[in-house]
């Protein structure tokens, strides 16, 4: 068994007992409407899709900047709470956007997850900019794509400060 087989093993079994959340690139804003199935359009629907939660899996020290670096982009009150991850003490940075819950998990865990990218729509770009100026972080202008006001990385993780359109 090659090493990568034996990870892609070990991941699925925690992924299937529910020991892991997957977390990805996502870009904060309005849901995108319900289209139905693959390959199917109904103009009727009006049902949509929001992302409930997002659980980022990062050993600490990084967990707790990439959550304040967060938290300062979009102006959410964040809480910080000790918990036990994969029986080791961690910390759980908790913040609410709009009826979405950010979670930004510090501690051992099944496996560090976490997304290479988050685009933020904020409504006030140059507010996000001086929050985390003043929470000590450095941001660099995109050229050449205006409805980016801002991108920085955290921890691994890009971060862009998107325009509200």
Known sequence: MTRDDAYYE???????A????VSGPIEY??????????????EDSSMTTAIDSLTIFLPAPSAERLATA??????AELTTVPAVVSDSP??????????????????AAPAAAAPEQIALQV????????RLTDAEF???????????????SVSGVRLLIVTAA
């Open 138 to 152: 450095t941001v660099e202008t995109v050229p050449g794509d205006d409805r980016v006001a801002g991108s920085l």
């Open 29 to 42: 804003g309005q849901p995108a409407p319900h289209h139905g199935g693959v390959g199917e359009h109904r």
């Open 10 to 16: 070990r991941l699925s079994a925690a992924v299937e």
């Open 123 to 130: 409504s006030d770009p140059d507010a996000a900019v001086d």
């Open 70 to 75: 967060l938290a300062a982009i979009t102006a």
């Open 18 to 21: 529910h020991e892991y959340t």
């Open 90 to 107: 961690g910390q759980v940075h908790t913040m609410h956007l709009d009826g979405t819950r950010i979670q930004v998990v510090e501690g």
